[in-house]
């Protein structure tokens, strides 16, 4: 009688056999035709059990960092998603000891893993700056792992930031307008769409982004609200953003009458454009398909105005960078200008702009008289 019972237990209600085990605290039930079958699928399950579970308890690069950005998500900006997402990806492919980076288990990466990672980068023609960035989301990344408690050691800990070989920003890209050549430009694009986008940029030191999101309600109590900027979402599209480039991109800039008359210019361009339907909430600035402001299209009309003017070719950028040289030059101090051009820290308005602050250091000391 006994062994009747063990085997209807054993048996499914189709006719095949059935047999259990435990594994992790938790009973798994296997069913097959014949015993030879049973025995080998209790084996793969057994097998697949103990490669997930380690593989949770120990998972890679690539899974632990898909949960690393769920986790993210709606706790940093989707432009800040989308940065580290091309960060990783750079470094994910890169092949060490024959095997790419976002196959290693979390427990197996070594110091001289992530050194062969800045070795990889920097045959790549990555900047030494670009390449310091990149580590230091892998070292975020390893340091939130060993929060969760999937490592103990940070792998990224010993390996030292290259050094900066290139030359300064301030000393390349971040070119000013000389006076003549602002002058000229201005003459020549006084008939372009974008003519009062220029103004507004060289007159206050905005971004294009900013610019581009600024609404009606930001003009209040005789300045400029920057509380936002256009970005781009996760997926690379185009968008108003909530915040500002950085936190610190949040402020206020004075109207003076030029930047007055730049605005109410423009409102009267949007009134003969889009009628007389005008909302607090408006965009000023639109592209002239009246959809968001960018700057691509911005640039070729720059390029087209110094390709016939004869200067040379500058983005929308340097109108930033003109207004802050201006604006050391005519005696603002670079505390303030740190406030108007929304940088997060004194030290990056000096390492952009404080070739201006050398050049002028002559005329200072001319006009300088201690009475003794």
């Known amino acids: ?71 993210r998500r709606g706790s940093v900006t989707q432009a800040t998603l989308r940065s580290q997402q091309c960060h990783y990806n750079t470094m994910s492919m890169i092949q060490i000891n024959g095997k790419a980076f976002k196959d290693y288990r979390l427990s197996e990466v070594k110091a001289e893993d992530i050194r062969n990672i800045q070795k990889a980068l920097a045959k790549r023609n990555n900047r030494s700056q670009t390449i310091n960035d990149k580590v230091a989301l892998l070292s975020h990344i390893f340091h939130d792992a060993i929060r969760e408690q999937y490592i103990s050691y940070n792998p990224c800990s010993p390996v030292k930031p290259l050094k900066r070989t290139e030359v300064a920003a301030r000393e390349t890209i971040h ?34 982004g900013e610019i581009g999101a600024l609404k009606n309600s930001d003009i209040y109590d005789d300045a400029i609200h920057i509380t936002r900027t256009i970005t781009r979402n996760e997926n690379g599209s185009y968008c108003i953003g909530t915040e500002t480039k950085t936190w610190h991109g949040k402020r206020t800039i004075p109207l003076n009458n030029a930047i007055t008359e730049i605005i109410e210019n423009q409102r009267k361009i949007n009134h003969i454009l889009d009628g007389n339907i005008s909302n607090i909430d408006d965009l000023i600035f639109r592209a002239p398909e009246r959809g968001l402001l960018m700057s691509s299209p911005a640039d070729n009309v720059i390029k087209n105005i110094c390709k016939k003017i004869g200067i040379n070719q500058f983005t929308c950028h340097a109108f930033r960078d003109t207004f802050a040289t201006r604006a050391i030059e005519q005696g603002i101090e670079p505390r303030t200008l740190q406030e108007l051009l929304g940088h997060a820290d004194f030290s990056l308005t000096m390492n952009l702009y404080g070739h201006v602050i050398d050049d002028t250091k002559e005329k200072a000391m001319n006009k300088l008289n201690i009475a003794l």
Not at 12 to 35: E, H, P, T, W
Not at 178 to 197: G, Q
């Open 1 to 71: 009688m006994a062994k009747k019972k063990t085997k209807k237990k054993n048996l499914c209600s189709d006719g095949r056999l059935q047999k259990s085990f435990m594994f992790n605290g938790k009973r798994i039930y296997v069913r097959a035709r014949d015993k030879d079958e049973l025995e080998k699928k209790i084996y793969e399950k057994k097998l697949q059990l103990t490669e997930a579970k380690e593989l949770h308890d120990n998972p890679t690069i690539e899974i632990f960092f898909k949960r690393w950005m769920d986790n």
């Open 175 to 208: 070119r000013a307008l000389t006076p003549e050549e602002t002058k000229l430009f201005f003459e020549n694009a006084r008939n372009s769409f974008y003519y009062n986008v220029f103004r507004l940029a060289i007159q206050t030191g905005m971004r294009i």
